[in-house]
């Protein structure tokens, strides 16, 4: 008998479920979808509002990086995340620093101060 526990279709749901949790954790955890765009979470505290998206896949393209510059310039956000299956690393976009980091690392790399 086999498991859809394990089912690779599903990871990618239950990986967002646990960044979702894990970002409960440190604060007020927002959804948002506009008309033409949305980002899977905001978390929100004393640090601010930080953008987060999960892409859980081999690789991340420059579009991938679209709808959380957008956002955290509308919030004033000079930080974002993005949560990657693999993809450790951290890049610039007019004042605005993304940290891309494995869902592994999440909890070891995601600083709020």
Not at 33 to 52: H, L, M, Q, T, Y
Not at 78 to 91: G, H, I, P, Q
Not at 103 to 113: A, D, G, I, R, T
């Amino acid at each position: 008998m086999t498991s859809a526990n394990f089912s690779q279709n599903e990871m990618p749901s239950r990986v967002e479920n646990y960044v979702f949790n894990f970002l409960r954790e440190k604060g007020d955890v927002k959804f948002y979808r506009f008309k033409d765009f949305e980002v899977d979470f905001v978390v929100s505290g004393n640090f601010g509002r930080i953008p987060v998206e999960v892409k859980y896949r081999e690789k991340i393209e420059e579009k991938d990086y679209h709808n959380l510059i957008k956002l955290a310039g509308q919030f004033g956000s000079s930080k974002a995340v993005l949560v990657s299956k693999n993809l450790l690393d951290k890049r610039s976009f007019d004042g605005l620093v993304v940290a891309t980091t494995p869902v592994s690392l999440l909890e070891s790399v995601f600083q709020l101060e």
